[in-house]
């Protein structure tokens, strides 16, 4: 700790300390959200009303003098409630938490940052493909976690390190977003309780991590709240980060939570009104940074311009879990605008005595003000479905002052009256405008650079980019046929042609039932969560249980095989072979890739996953291998340990056969079948459960036995794709 932050902690160490010891704080390090309950519906809690969040702003402007006033007595009340100290905001270490106007969520599977046919972490093509549409990026958020995460017992931090090139690789990561002062954050989840004991506290955990690979800060995932000890924590060992909680904090850690997000119209049924509604957190504390985001709407405008009236940067998520739900081009074009202007004035933006729904000349039209002794900006929305033009802002003037509309890069000349000067602009529909008043010449510095650019970038109007939002195009990897087959080779089980009505639908956790959910059939336009289709299928055999440890075995003695990437190849096994006793388990632990060279040297395949469903389901339909009916004794007993327990053997649970005598199907390893691609993303399908079932979270990777479900994994890297509870049985076609 450089000792230009002494005074901070000479301030803030007494309400840590109480802080830690209070029995508040047991109920503060938690998941924001409910639990699975006992019949497996999903019970999130409802999300903070809009008045817990937001102020409403006046009813009308001429009573917007005494709004005003009643936000300013609320700051005063809510100060002196909180008892509060701001001078963590004062902080040069921190400093930077101020300038961060666009933050991308990038998760750790697209690839764009990592080319899983190279092997190798791309921070330049990310970056040059995401800043070509939206602009300067300010920061990253590098999520590894959900939705895999509990897909075997390996917790939040094993994921880390399990990345390629570990976190020494990981540090390389940082450093070249460093290299393009690109700040990163990862997250923490309060919720993952369920998997590996870490065996150390979370704030001392994640900050020693982070520290290791030079990251700047912790999000906190599903919280609005961060418990002070993650303050305590990184400061002590050298590594300030910040804190970011996932919601807008309304509490006292507003206090040492310099960054944070609005997070708001996530859940259904939450719109924005057409009065700009006021941050209270952002007018709490003007210098705390918050960046608006909202995900699963496709056209943006509305939190797009709260933002912007705010005076608040914006969070942008594209990859939603291996779902590309991409901005639109109007609204990259509109974040790259009013970023820019902003990043350019974050002076003005941090202003204690800003203005929200200041005095404007249009109805629809709504501006805040945030002045500084230098300048004054005016952050302006259009929230009319019309253009309008003409007389905008009525100012008091003086001689000397100069007015920049920094929307369109031009200086503005005012009409005068007396000592008010009228200011005339045009303002597209739904659009933006900026407005500064500066006895400053634009002649040098951050000013003429920001009206040059703009002058250049408003020359198209942003009404011109189109607000047509559209699903990315999937594609399946197809496997090639094997030569047929015309007896059942050891081991398999004839699976006769027929026709079949395939239904299936996937169980993310989030997407609902937009196009671009889950996966894209060769025969479908799109990808989506439900899918049926009837099909011929030609004859083929399958493996009567997945492939054994003593199987795999014998395919490594013969072919000699070892992957390029052997990062969790076989973890279960010691000096290349498998524990003793454990020959008829089913292998694990071997990626789709391993899968493949395995069917490839046994001349079969990978199951497409409407012939695994088939061969699980016969044609009748029915919702497990055994009928329609539950069966607790056909499938091993759910494993809810923090530590996972070997599988059983393979032919374990006869009661759980097929109707064409195939066994371990269901609940015991889920199975590889297909892989699809889009631009972004790769997932695989993987099919039947496994016994591990972690608790504690609805956002754990979810489990599902029934045959008319499939679970969708996503692909990074082999040795990060390897899971204890994934493994493969395989097909050859018959003649």
Not at 593 to 613: M, P, T, V
């Amino acid at each position: 700790m450089n000792g230009s932050s002494a005074p901070w902690r000479a301030a803030c160490v007494v309400s840590i300390v109480l802080f830690l010891i209070s029995p508040v704080f047991c109920d503060e390090w938690k998941a924001g959200h409910g639990l699975v309950s006992v019949t497996g519906v999903m019970n999130l809690t409802e999300p903070p009303a809009p008045s817990e969040v937001f102020f409403s702003g006046p009813d009308s402007p001429p009573e917007a003098a005494g709004w005003l006033e009643g936000l300013k007595t609320w700051r005063t009340d809510r100060r002196t409630r909180l008892r509060y100290d701001g001078s963590q905001y004062d902080r040069p270490d921190l400093e930077w938490t101020q300038h961060v106007f666009t933050q991308v969520q990038v998760l750790i599977w697209d690839r764009s940052l990592y080319d899983p046919e190279k092997g190798e972490y791309t921070v330049d093509r990310f970056l040059a493909e995401t800043q070509a549409r939206m602009g300067k990026i300010d920061a990253v958020l590098i999520w590894h976690v959900y939705p895999n995460l509990g897909v075997d017992d390996r917790n939040q931090f094993d994921l880390l390190r399990d990345l390629p090139g570990g976190l020494s690789g990981l540090r390389r990561v940082i450093e070249q977003f460093h290299d393009h002062a690109v700040r990163v954050f990862f997250p923490i989840l309060a919720w993952d309780s369920g998997t590996r004991d870490e065996g150390a506290v979370p704030w001392v955990a994640i900050s020693q991590t982070l520290k290791d690979i030079g990251a700047d800060g912790i999000n906190f995932d599903t919280l609005e709240t961060v418990p002070a000890a993650f303050r305590l924590a990184s400061d002590a060992i050298g590594q300030p980060l910040a804190l970011e909680p996932q919601f807008q904090p309304r509490d006292e850690s507003i206090a040492w939570t310099n960054i944070s997000w609005n997070d708001w119209v996530t859940w259904e049924g939450r719109q924005y009104p057409f009065v700009p509604m006021v941050s209270k957190t952002k007018w709490l504390e003007s210098r705390h940074s918050v960046n608006v985001t909202d995900r699963f709407t496709r056209d943006k405008t509305d939190s797009l311009q709260h933002a912007f009236f705010n005076g608040q940067g914006y969070a942008v998520l594209e990859n939603l879990w291996g779902f590309w739900y991409g901005m639109n081009p109007n609204d990259a074009e509109a974040v790259l605008r009013f970023t820019s202007i902003e990043r350019a004035m974050a002076a003005n933006l941090r202003s204690a005595d800003w203005e929200p729904h200041a005095a404007t000349l249009q109805d629809g039209v709504f501006a805040s003000r945030f002045p500084t002794q230098s300048s004054t900006l005016w952050t302006i929305v259009n929230r009319n479905e019309y253009d309008i033009a003409g007389p905008q802002l009525r100012l008091a003037y003086h001689a000397g002052v100069h007015y920049y509309d920094l929307w369109h890069g031009v200086e503005l000349k005012p009409s005068l009256r007396g000592t008010e000067a009228t200011l005339s602009f045009e303002m597209e529909s739904r659009g933006f405008g900026a407005i500064v008043a500066t006895e400053e010449s634009a002649t040098a510095g951050p000013l003429k650079e920001i009206l040059a650019y703009m002058a250049v970038r408003s020359r198209r109007a942003l009404s011109s980019y189109s607000r047509e939002w559209k699903a990315a195009p999937q594609s399946m990897v197809d496997g090639k046929a094997t030569n047929l087959v015309s007896a059942a080779p050891p081991g398999m089980v004839l699976i006769p042609a027929g026709d079949y009505d395939f239904r299936v639908h996937g169980i993310e956790v989030e997407g609902g039932n937009d196009p671009g959910a889950d996966v894209q059939y060769p025969w479908e336009d799109s990808a989506r969560r439900f899918h049926r289709h009837q099909l011929h299928l030609h004859g083929f055999y399958m493996d009567r249980t997945p492939v054994t440890n003593a199987q795999f075995k014998k395919f490594l003695t013969a072919s000699g095989y070892h992957p390029k990437d052997d990062h969790n190849f076989l973890r279960d096994w010691k000096n290349g072979n498998y524990p003793e006793g454990w020959g008829d388990k089913p292998v694990t632990w071997v990626s789709i890739e391993d899968s493949r060279a395995f069917a490839a040297w046994a001349g079969k395949r990978l199951a497409h996953e409407w012939e695994w469903q088939y061969a699980a389901q016969s044609a009748d339909g029915r919702i497990y291998p055994w009928g329609n009916d539950w069966n607790a004794r056909a499938m091993p007993a759910p494993d809810h340990g923090r530590t996972m327990t070997p599988p059983g053997n393979v032919d374990a649970f006869p009661l759980g056969a097929s109707p064409f005598g195939l066994l371990d199907l269901v609940g015991s390893v889920s199975q590889w079948t297909d892989e699809f691609r889009d631009d972004h993303t790769r997932a695989a399908i993987v099919r039947g459960g496994a016994a591990y079932q972690s608790r504690g979270s609805i956002w754990y990777f979810p489990q599902t036995y029934r045959l008319d479900e499939h679970q969708k994994y996503l692909l990074m890297s082999p040795g990060r794709d390897r899971a204890g509870t994934i493994g493969f049985r395989c097909v050859a076609d018959a003649r």
